[in-house]
């Protein structure tokens, strides 16, 4: 077993704490759980709440730039292939993520659950409490809303929306404590 790091946790006290790589104008917050053997990477100018679980068992985690993951957030690993979100993606609260990709400008709004090994395409939302199934594709621009309704979102809003990510991630490294040292090993 891996030496721990202080202020890391891992899931299992038998589970070893992954690799990690983190940029150093990433924020991440205290009581952040990693587990696992495969890398995990996370991007310049991320931002991981408190209470986020990120486990790599199965294959490696890689965070894009300018990504937010929110509180209390599952970031599973699917397979060897590993979980690779995109940059700008915002994970919101209590989301569960299996997927394998997430696309650049997307996000995943309140309680979203992807499914092991999903793959969702760049700019799509999901909105609150939806479901995508195991393996399933979710083209570019998808909006996903209610019953697993889907329509195409031809607003032409990427770029504002990344403009948008960027004030949130600047107002959050003046309101969060970072804690990154305390993962590195």
Same mark, same amino acid.
């Given at each position: 077993?891996?030496?721990?790091?202080?202020?890391?946790?891992?899931?299992?006290?038998?589970?070893?704490?992954?690799?990690?790589?983190?940029?150093?104008?990433?924020?991440?917050?205290?009581?952040?759980?990693?587990?696992?053997?495969?890398?995990?990477?996370?991007?310049?100018?991320?931002?991981?709440?408190?209470?986020?679980?990120?486990?790599?068992?199965?294959?490696?985690?890689? !965070? *894009?730039? /300018? #990504?937010?993951? &929110?509180?209390? =957030?599952?970031?599973?690993?699917? $397979?060897?292939?590993?979980?690779?979100?995109?940059?700008?993606?915002?994970?919101?609260?209590?989301?569960?993520?299996?997927?394998?990709?997430?696309?650049?400008?997307?996000?995943?709004?309140?309680?979203?659950?992807?499914?092991?090994?999903?793959? !969702? *395409?760049? /700019? #799509?939302?999901? &909105?609150?409490? =939806?479901?995508?199934?195991?393996? $399933?594709?979710?083209?570019?621009?998808?909006?996903?809303?209610?019953?697993?309704?889907?329509?195409?979102?031809?607003?032409?809003?990427?770029?504002?929306?990344?403009?948008?990510?960027?004030?949130?991630?600047?107002?959050?490294?003046?309101?969060?404590?970072?804690?990154?040292?305390?993962?590195?090993?």
């Amino acid at each position: 077993m891996a030496p721990k790091r202080s202020g890391a946790t891992s899931s299992t006290s038998s589970t070893p704490l992954p690799p990690l790589s983190i940029d150093p104008t990433a924020v991440l917050s205290d009581a952040i759980s990693f587990s696992g053997i495969y890398p995990i990477t996370i991007g310049a100018n991320s931002i991981i709440h408190p209470r986020c679980k990120l486990n790599s068992s199965d294959g490696p985690i890689i !965070i *894009g730039a /300018n #990504c937010i993951i &929110s509180e209390k =957030t599952h970031l599973i690993a699917p $397979d060897i292939d590993g979980l690779v979100l995109g940059d700008f993606v915002l994970i919101e609260v209590n989301c569960s993520i299996q997927a394998a990709r997430i696309g650049e400008g997307s996000s995943a709004e309140v309680g979203v659950r992807l499914g092991k090994a999903s793959r !969702i *395409g760049n /700019n #799509c939302t999901l &909105s609150p409490l =939806t479901t995508v199934s195991d393996r $399933d594709f979710i083209p570019d621009l998808t909006v996903i809303y209610g019953e697993n309704q889907r329509r195409i979102d031809s607003s032409g809003t990427g770029i504002a929306r990344c403009e948008i990510i960027l004030a949130h991630i600047e107002c959050l490294k003046k309101l969060l404590p970072n804690k990154a040292e305390k993962y590195n090993r």
